[in-house]
Nanobody
Framework: HVQLVESGGGLVQPGGSLKLSCTGS????????MSWFRQPNGKGPEWVAG????????YYASSVKGRFTISRDNAKNTLYLQMDSLLPDDTGVYYC???????????????WGQGTQVTVS
């Protein structure tokens, strides 16, 4: 039974920073690519960043590139998202998602966490 649990959300002022965490259990965390998504109120989900199972390759949406950093600690079964220079448009519920394979492939996610709220105001 795959379980993903996000934490670290909160209220922050524009220009501030937050670090999100996502802990995975019920599967071999180190064998799968992982991604972060976000969903602003009233809008659809947006892919934010992804990282390969090994951690050696990562990718970002253009809206967050240069401000956000995705990383993982496979020994701790934990995925991270360091968010700097936050903007009001970064507000939303942030979810982590598990890919079906070792890479990060669009539309290939099979498990999601419950989400953590990030509010930039």
């Amino acid at each position: 039974h795959v379980q993903l649990v996000e934490s670290g959300g909160g209220l922050v002022q524009p220009g501030g920073s937050l670090k999100l965490s996502c802990t995975g259990s019920g599967y071999t965390f180190s064998a799968y690519g992982m991604s972060w998504f976000r969903q602003p109120n009233g809008k659809g989900p947006e892919w934010v960043a992804g990282i390969y199972a090994s951690g050696r390759a990562s990718y970002y949406a253009s809206s967050v590139k240069g401000r956000f950093t995705i990383s993982r600690d496979n020994a701790k079964n934990t995925l991270y998202l360091q968010m700097d220079s936050l903007l009001p448009d970064d507000t939303g519920v942030y979810y982590c998602a598990k890919d079906r394979g070792r890479a990060v492939v669009a539309g290939s996610f099979d498990s999601w966490g419950q989400g953590t709220q990030v509010t930039v105001s």
